[in-house]
């Protein structure tokens, strides 16, 4: 199996070095921006202490070369360590303040480093949840998603990579300032002795992300067939089916491709790190040669060549850390990179609605010949569909599997937007509407509905809680015959419904769905939607059911999907779907005698 596509192309093949390099300011103000917002005060603490460390650093060796003097000189050894004792108090003064720079630092960036994590985490997951339900039939949309998971876990990295960037390029500016006052040539030396560890370093995380790149597809799968291989919902599926072998096999020979991939980048990434190595070995040679002739030759005094011995190590450690940390920010800004592109695809995929609120009580809900395609394919899943639904009224959806019969409720509930035609609410087209003042009057129990791992009363209140007390919880569960089985539970309606969990229970599948249709009851909705409402329930569940949704529909418009056609003796009206389009329509009676498909879908299923 190949998944591959648009979004598996790196996106740095065509973009030059000096053009990667460039980004680094860019990314820094990035990331600035990010910690700014999210705790000032740690930010201008990181700022401060880096100031502090470039400050001490000069100052430590101004002190050093001050004390190297009368270290090196002619006198008693006692009358040259009292010459030498202020400086190197200072000097001694000067590394504690760069290790109390330091503490504090690491201090400012733990404060803000969780809080952006988050932020960034709840951003994308915001991200996901209000862009528009057509995205995710987007093609790539899923793989985009899974590359900007990745930047979301470099966000953790981002703030520690920068402040160690910064405060070695500080250091380095210190330290280098102080070597070119003591001879300008050793300062180039220096910095072509680290630019091919720099080269390298940027090189070899062009590598990597290419290969994480090219990985994200199969990631993405990989990790969707761990969930479902090892999640215990489905245990039972896997293992009475025998699928366990076979579902192993995939994720192994998934997890293999990834690591083919990786490993044929290492010999890339082998000669990056060799060639950049001599060729910085050959340079850092060539500056200790120039020191040490500068020193035989005279031309530079002892102690000035022993504080040059210092200043070449710390502009040299300073230099590796800007390397290092600076490579880093780099390879974190790639990552970030995938992140805003997600967020800027998502804002641009968001609701772009009007603001118009939908009056209340909903008393009529009209379809103008709509019609919607789905991304990527070549015929319409809803064609040219008119229908009038009115409040008080049950409407019965029916029609073969592919139909269009869900995506017909999508389209009703303003999930989707139409692409031909409209939906009005009261008159109001959905396209103008605020979705919002839509979603608060819809209830709806899709075919696969979410088995939250959350508190039994916060399975049935989800969405919209209100009173102080759960006298409403109650009766939404006793709306769907489900009271015994809540109290049953260990905790009531304070039961975990997550068995994973420690102290957790679960519920059987029927048990599940009529939890999920007392969500819907609970929101007391103007709009009712139940596709397959009773599929996986008892026959006097299902009974149970459809007399309470019989019983509650005066008061608002209710829409039922099912393929149980004697459900439908219920409904006011029934319409039949066949490839998108309504082809039959009528009360039940109407529709049985009429000879259609209607009435042969309720021979075969009375067959059975």
């Known amino acids: 199996m190949a998944y591959s596509g648009q979004y598996a192309v790196n996106p740095l093949g065509e973009v030059s070095f000096r053009a990667l390099c460039t980004q680094l300011p860019a990314v820094l103000r990035r990331i600035a921006g990010m910690a700014w917002r999210t705790d000032r005060r740690a930010v201008l603490l990181l700022l401060a202490c880096q100031l502090a460390t470039g400050l001490s650093a000069a100052v430590l060796l101004a002190a050093t070369a001050r004390a190297m003097h009368p270290l090196l000189g002619d006198a ?85 990579d920068s402040q160690r960037f910064l405060s070695a390029l500080i250091r380095m500016v210190t330290a280098g300032g102080v070597l070119s006052v003591l001879n300008p040539v050793m300062l180039p030396l220096l910095l072509l002795a680290v630019a091919p560890a ?16 090219a990985n994200v597809a199969d990631r993405n799968v990989r990790g969707m067939t761990r969930w479902w291989a090892t999640t215990p919902k489905y245990g039972d599926e896997v293992r009475a089916n025998g699928m366990t072998d076979y579902l192993l096999y995939w994720y192994r020979a998934l997890s293999d491709r990834e690591d083919r991939r990786t490993l044929a980048a290492a ?143 999508r389209l009703i509930t303003g999930v989707y937007l139409a692409g031909k035609g409209r939906v009005t609410w009261n008159g109001t087209d959905l396209a103008e509407a605020d979705p919002a003042s839509v979603w608060s009057n819809t209830g709806l129990v899709p075919q696969i509905f979410a088995q939250w791992p959350l508190r039994a009363r916060e399975n049935v209140t989800l969405g919209q809680p209100r009173g102080h007390d759960d006298g409403e919880v109650w009766e939404a569960v006793d709306a769907v015959g489900m009271r015994e089985a809540v109290e049953e539970l260990p905790a009531g309606l304070d039961t975990l419904l997550a068995r994973e969990i420690f102290g957790g229970a679960e519920l059987s599948g029927g048990q599940w769905q009529r939890l999920a249709c007392s969500r819907a009851l609970y929101r007391r909705p103007a709009l009712l939607i139940l596709d397959e409402p009773t599929s996986q329930m008892d026959p006097r569940g299902e009974h149970g059911i459809f007399e309470r949704i019989k019983a509650i529909s005066a008061d608002r418009i209710t829409i039922v999907v099912t393929h149980r056609l004697e459900n439908t003796r219920i409904a006011d009206h029934i319409v039949l779907m066949e490839h998108g389009r309504i082809t039959e329509s009528g009360t039940y009676d109407t529709l049985v005698h009429a000879g259609g498909t209607f009435a042969d879908l309720l021979r075969l299923s009375q067959e059975r």
């Open 198 to 213: 720099g080269i390298g370093a940027v090189l070899a995380a062009r590598v990597d992300y290419e290969i994480h790149y």
């Open 76 to 160: 008693p050894v006692g009358q040259r360590l009292r010459e030498a004792l202020p400086a190197l108090v200072v000097v001694a003064a000067a590394g504690g303040v760069t290790r109390l720079s330091a503490a504090l630092a690491e201090y400012a960036e733990r404060r803000i480093t969780p809080r952006l994590t988050t932020a960034t985490d709840t951003a994308l997951v915001e991200a996901v949840c209000r862009v528009e339900a057509a995205a995710y039939a987007v093609d790539g949309f899923s793989d985009r998603q899974e590359a900007a998971e990745m930047g979301v876990t470099r966000t953790h990295f981002m703030v520690m």
């Open 267 to 409: 010999p890339r990434t082998l000669r990056i790190a060799l060639l950049s190595s001599l060729a910085g070995g050959a340079f850092l040679t060539l500056t200790w040669g120039v020191l040490a002739w500068l020193a035989v030759t005279g031309r530079i005094a002892p102690a000035l060549a022993a504080t040059a011995v210092v200043a070449v190590q710390t502009t040299l450690a300073a230099l590796s850390q800007v390397v290092v940390n600076g490579a880093a920010v780099f390879h974190t800004s790639l990552y970030l990179g995938d992140m805003q592109a997600f967020f800027d695809d998502a804002a641009a995929r968001a609701p772009k609605r009007g603001a118009r609120e939908v009056r209340t009580p909903v008393e009529e809900i009209r379809l103008e010949e709509v019609a919607y395609r789905y991304p990527g394919k070549d015929r319409d899943a809803v064609a040219g569909v008119s229908l009038t639904l009115r409040r008080g009224e049950i409407l019965a959806v029916v029609g073969v599997n592919g139909s269009g019969k869900s995506t017909l409720t």
